[in-house]
């Protein structure tokens, strides 16, 4: 494996705030 | 347009409405968590042992938040953990042909493509995936983002059929009862009938067979230490010919063009660098094996789309016979057909559910025709060439379905967010690519993606409702609720998020260094390559206009990015809209309420769609494949 942890883990970031993100969404839109 | 065709489309319609009423009543019990199927006495135990292992109530329900939290969390996980499928697969078994890694960019952009339902494929399956990663990374996310869809639109319907209530049913409930009762019998006997039709299911390497007559290749020459050899040549430009009198030579009325190098400012030729190509003799061909015929089932039928094989349902053996193309394309609009049914008889309205589905029907057959007429009329440069003209634009076309059934694959798999093909839509004529373009962009609510399809037209039918409510004077109803600011101003985000998504990237990539980079063609076909691309991603569709390269760092983040905004950012509003309703009290219908059944609620439906959903594309649809089809006219290509 040709591993770049970095890069691993700035996708896996990206993948997990942007559902973490989702909840936030989910409570603005409640309030809209 | 032969005769044969008319009959294909007649009996498509037919077995169509037939399947219907029979996937509506099914759903009905299955997504009723104490509905009874035939598969109780076998699956009952074994859904009852999920519940138990994954600690879920299956008796407590949850409202709007604590739903789409739940599908939240769920597709957090499980796009993460194909992720690390797909990165790890060099490590992991069922790897025969001991295919590497996939790099970051890719291996995100296929673990978010299946999670979204989308399955755009930067990549080739038979040369990238392992069986493992077939099976285990993709074939499990085709099974789980269809349960997933189907449960966000049963979500919804409860919520328009339910009143003064928070609740909605129960995520996990929903997502294994679809999972176990809908789409794992259905795919078993497909996948079964599919073998029977010749398609593959093993888990052989993958065979070498011997040429008959071997034929050479161009390959990329390398050096001692694996490096390419590139060499500095002169850039060529197409210039108009000119005759003796220095007047530009014509054919038919056409310019002749020819290559001449490019020149800069001081008259000096420009210069680059190219790799230099070397002859390659092939004597051998490698013919594919693996596990497909159950990845072909779910593919279809939970209109995921993504290919076993990089033909898609043009490979022989992912689309063997016309009775599997038939059933291929039946399939993808099994579920969001029965969908509707299950629409009106949840909420005791079924003239509602049928006059959706016939919406749907008009739009699906106006495509169908349009897409059918382009391709058949063919293209005129090629008539000029001495193509014959009857053949019409057979291009990019598997000969073995001709031209009505890449018509009517190509736009099944784009009213649905299917996106397999069994023919190149690059290739179609502009008005023909034009057809599945412009269904994505309306949302994919012809049938629709299973659930998404629903969900998405129930947007329209809101929004509908709210019009003829403001035409008339009155507080709009829907189904005895009234629609007030808030549903309207979440069926708004969720369409606003779609155009702006399709058109936000587009745009970026039209103009950037790395979007261009990625296109074999120019001027308005590649403008249409690359809508083409946002649009499926957004709509979670995944076929593509594959002459973009897309398997880039650029394309395949961005496009990753748009499938999860097209995905998650649009179903959140779709379902504060459900849990809004779920709350209100029925008002008693009274001689001013607007029918939602019948011809007028039907022609009102499609202004809506039209009128609000395709009017925010028409600008762009006008400078790519509209002003393609009059540049063809007069004899231009791209």
Known sequence: ???????????????????????????????L | MQTSGWLQLALFVVALAAITKPMGLYLTQ????????????????????????MGVRAGQEHDWRQYTWAMLLFSLVSCVFTYAILRLQNYLPLNPQGLGALTPHLAFNTAVSFT???????????????????????????????????????????????????????????????????????????AVFYVSQGMIQNFLPYTKAKLVESYTIQVQKTDDKGQPVTTNVAVMVQAPKLDQNGQPLMTNGVAVMVDVPQLDAKGQPVMTNVAVMVDQKVEEQTIVQGPMASQVAIKMLGTNGGGYVNANAAHPFENPTPLSNFLQMLSIFAIGSGLTYYLGRMTKNQAHGWSVWGAMMTLFLAGTLLCWWAEAKGNPIHQQLGIAAADGNLEGKEVRFGIFNSALFATVTTDASCGAVNSMHDSFTALGGFVPLFNMQLGE???????????????????????????????????????????????????????????GFAAWASVSQWGLAGLNNNGPHGLSEILYAYSSAVGNNGSAFAGLNANTPWYDTTLGIAMLFGRFLMIVPIMAMAGSLAQKKLIPASTGTFPVSGGTFVVLLLGTVLLVGALNFLPVLTLGPIVEHFLMLQGKLF
């Open chain 2, 116 to 190: 979204t339902n989308t399955n755009w494929q930067s990549y080739g399956g038979e040369s990238t995936m392992s069986y493992l990663s077939q099976m285990v990374a993709l074939a499990i996310h085709n099974f789980t983002s269809a349960a997933t869809g189907i449960a966000i639109a049963a979500a919804v319907v409860r919520g328009i059929a339910r009143h003064s209530t928070r609740l909605l049913g129960n995520f996990w409930v929903d997502l294994v009862r679809v999972t176990y009762y809908l789409l794992l019998p259905i795919c078993l006997v497909l």
């Open chain 2, 445 to 503: 609510i012809i049938i629709g993606g299973v659930g998404a399809g629903l969900y998405g037209m129930l947007v329209f039918v809101v929004l509908a409702v709210f019009i003829a409510g403001l035409m008339v004077g009155r507080t709009p109803e829907y189904l005895g609720k009234k629609i007030q600011s808030f549903e309207v101003k979440m069926a708004m985000l969720s369409l606003l998020i779609l155009c702006l998504t399709i058109l």
């Open chain 2, 30 to 53: 299955v997504l009723d968590a104490r509905g009874r199927t035939w598969f109780d006495p076998v699956l009952k135990p074994l859904e009852r042992l999920t519940y138990w292992l």
């Open chain 1, 1 to 31: 494996l040709k591993t770049k942890p970095m890069i691993d883990f700035i996708f896996i970031a990206v993948i997990t705030l942007f559902f973490m993100a989702g909840g936030l969404y989910a409570r603005w839109c409640g309030k």
